[in-house]
């Protein structure tokens, strides 16, 4: 599961008001190569909930990127910060772990770099 | 257990048994070819339909080709091993997330978009239609090709589908349905049911609705240009070629390796023609856009 999954997906519980960003749990994280695109960066960077990329940035153990998310401009002309956003965002894989629902606290597996939102009868 | 969950696991059951084979003899769409309906076609042709049949619904739903109208972020709901993920996400260049209840189908799906070079633009996990695991309004494109017929409460499936479009957003929605009901009927003939219920239990079905159906709930969703069609005649030549292709050495034997769901399936295939020709069963398409 690469974080720009994880910054699409909410826990769905019953009863849950706020069920995003989901705790990331790592047991195994995996980095793959990706190729960059600068465009692609530059397009989804808006729909990015910076805050909840970052801090699950550094769960995932990777510390480069700000807290505070970056001026527009700054992925215009930044090369270097748009290879950090990049390895971030596509190379950095949860392979074993979980995602925790920030309310709840329950435990969706991620196995196999895929996580499994299923919820059970009475959560539904 | 309640029903629900039985047919759950029964679906993803079914599709972690029988993906493989279907991937082998079938290529890595899950769904009908679009057909001429006076054309004559050829065994190959069949790979060239099922994208058409991509294409055809995407240009129903008036998904132009103008770079700034094309969708961004698609969700391909009951995704399968991810075709017409990864065949969205190429023509489109956009983000996208399929769900499936098969574990299987989800890794089976990763790895193919591994190896076809689109490990960044598609995702895919295992989570259920009927509660998708998105925040509201994530989605330009709410993509669900040829998996409502699995989902029971077909207003919660309507809803989910509602409620992840982004506004201003498409749902395109291609699915089996019984025919529309005459205006003094409460429900299908028994014979009709009979006939339905034999496919449901092979293929893990809950119960079909009609076109109309999804268009009232669409409607009561406050959609706007919601479009709908009947393309059985488009699809006709499909599962004959399926069941031709039971019959060849290789789908003989894998279907006889892949296990019981899967040859129970393939038993009931002749009933699907069946309900085709006697006008029970439909292939419909339904599309919308969210207000802005």
């Known amino acids: 599961m690469r974080l720009l999954t994880h910054n699409m997906l909410s826990s769905n519980i019953k009863g849950v008001t706020n069920g995003f960003p989901l705790r990331i749990q790592v047991e195994k994280v995996v980095e793959k190569q990706v190729e960059i695109n600068h465009d692609f960066l530059r397009n989804i960077f808006p729909k990015i909930d910076w805050k909840a990329f970052s801090d699950a940035s550094r769960i995932m153990g990777y510390n480069e990127l700000p807290e505070e998310p970056p001026e527009p401009s700054v992925l215009e002309s930044d090369v270097e910060f748009l290879g950090k956003f990049h390895h971030a965002l596509l190379e950095l894989h949860l392979e074993e772990g979980a995602l925790l629902c920030p309310e709840t606290g329950r435990k969706f597996p991620v196995s196999k770099g895929i996580p499994n939102m299923l919820l059970l009868e009475d959560e539904v | 257990m309640s029903s629900d969950r039985v047919l759950q696991d029964g679906i993803a059951e079914f599709y972690d048994q029988s993906s493989g084979l279907w991937e082998d003899i079938w290529g890595d769409h899950m769904h009908h070819g679009f057909y001429d309906p006076a054309s004559n076609f050829s065994a190959s042709d069949h790979r060239a339909a099922q994208i058409r049949m991509i294409e055809e619904s995407l240009r129903f739903a008036g998904i132009t080709d103008e770079p700034e109208k094309q969708p961004k972020t698609i969700v391909d709901v009951g995704c399968g091993i991810g075709g017409s993920s990864r065949y969205l996400a190429r023509k489109f260049g956009a983000e996208c997330h399929g769900i499936t209840l098969s574990p299987v189908q989800a890794e089976r799906a990763n790895v193919l978009a591994k190896d076809e070079g689109l490990a960044d633009k598609v995702s895919f996990q295992v989570a259920d239609a009927l509660k998708q695991p998105f925040p509201d309004g994530q ?125 129970k399936g393939a038993l009931v295939m002749p009933l699907m023609i069946q309900g085709y020709q006697k006008g029970v069963i439909k292939f419909a398409i339904i599309t919308c856009r969210k207000p802005e």
């Open chain 2, 139 to 263: 989605f330009d494109l709410v993509w669900s090709m040829e998996s409502g017929e699995h989902m029971p409460e077909k207003a919660k499936f309507v809803n989910e589908l509602a409620r992840v479009t982004a506004p201003g957003g498409a749902i395109i929605l291609v699915t089996w349905c019984h025919r529309d009901l005459g205006p003094s009927e409460e429900s299908l003939q028994p014979w009709e049911k009979k006939l339905l219920d034999r496919i449901c239990n092979a293929y893990y079905l809950p119960e079909w609705c009609s076109t109309s159906d999804y268009v009232k709930l669409l409607q009561s969703l406050s959609f706007q240009d919601i479009k709908a069609a009947d393309w059985s005649e488009h699809v006709a030549p499909f599962w004959p070629a399926v069941i031709r292709s039971a019959f060849t050495w290789k789908g003989f034997m894998s279907l006889l390796r892949s296990g019981l769901k899967t040859i």
